[in-house]
């Protein structure tokens, strides 16, 4: 008997906010800060947040540098945060077709 | 309803800010952050709920990411210049003989655009260079960087592939009476050379841009632009002597130009509406 796809959910990747930001990761090769604050219309203070959980896991990396004066903070998703958004998305679609099927 | 005039004045004297704040607390008053925490997976995870908002993401980032216009402007530009250096260096190829061997049937000439053979291929390989550059340039910028290269290589590979099938025909065309000449004069045979033209190339390629930006409006356009390069009718459009190819080059530069200009008016319209 497979196992019920909310136990196959991993709960770093599993919230509204760090989905997001994998998911924008992931159709970049990599993005600022700057951009995923104002697309997901976040504090700064909680995207950080959220940054540390997910790169603590290895899940993004996180590169810091400057474009002349202005410091970036850029980010890239990590080839286990493809694989756990791709795990997640497919967990996700699962899921709902389990409900639907109800 | 108030608080005890001795109390109030009690609360106003107090010069100790945590005694304040928890009595505003106490009558409910203060509005304060218990406690800060990144774990509130328990709001909003309604699995449909995320996957709507993970494909909306998704269709935002594509969209800001989007450049279309630039390489159909350019690709464009690129056509248009083509007509110069095509008017100075065609040349006749071979015999003007009939395909069909009678000497009273119509003769037919292949007129082949020899500096053509190579300004296409060098010019699309650098237009293609620039392209990349533009979008790597204008993601940075944007904060959310991506590669052209799903797009730019394959533009490069197959210009580089047709312009070589291109110039291996003429060698191996321009014999005369051979085979392959007469198999060439024969216009229903002309299919091959409309293959192998850089507009067909342009068209190719544009078939992986509209991949890498899973941009449905730019394949529906190209399907067009491709329909307008292969199809005889329109593709029948010349005028004679030095200024043949010119008709051609005029339409399909003018359609790129036109749909890049579309594109850019239709993701001006998404980006307002976002």
Known sequence: ?102 | MGLNPARRTKLKKSTNPQISTASLDLRGLLCKPIVMTNNNSHINSDPRDLLATQENLVKRVRTSQRSTWFPLTFLSIVTFLAIPIERVGHRTVGNCISATAPTDAPHFCRIYSFSGLFYWPIALVIAYAVISYFYKTRSRELGAETGAGKYVIPGMVISILLGLASYLLFLFSSGQNSRLEIYFLDPSNALIFRIISPAFSICLALLFLARFERNLPLLICDVLYGVIVLWPPVRGIKSHGFWSLAPNRVIDGGFLMLIGLTLWLLQRRDVKQK
């Open chain 1, 1 to 102: 008997m497979s196992q019920h796809p909310i136990i196959a959910l991993n709960e770093i990747v599993h919230q509204r906010v760090r989905l997001g930001i994998l998911t924008i990761a992931h159709e970049t090769s990599r993005v600022e800060f700057g951009y995923l604050k104002e697309t997901m219309d976040l504090t700064g203070g909680n995207l950080s947040q959220h940054l540390t959980v997910l790169e603590e896991a290895g899940l993004i990396s996180v590169e810091k540098g400057y474009e002349g004066k202005r410091a970036r903070t850029w980010i890239s998703i990590t080839k286990v945060g493809r694989l756990e958004l791709r795990e997640e998305i497919k967990q996700l679609k699962l899921l709902i077709s389990q409900i639907e099927k109800r």
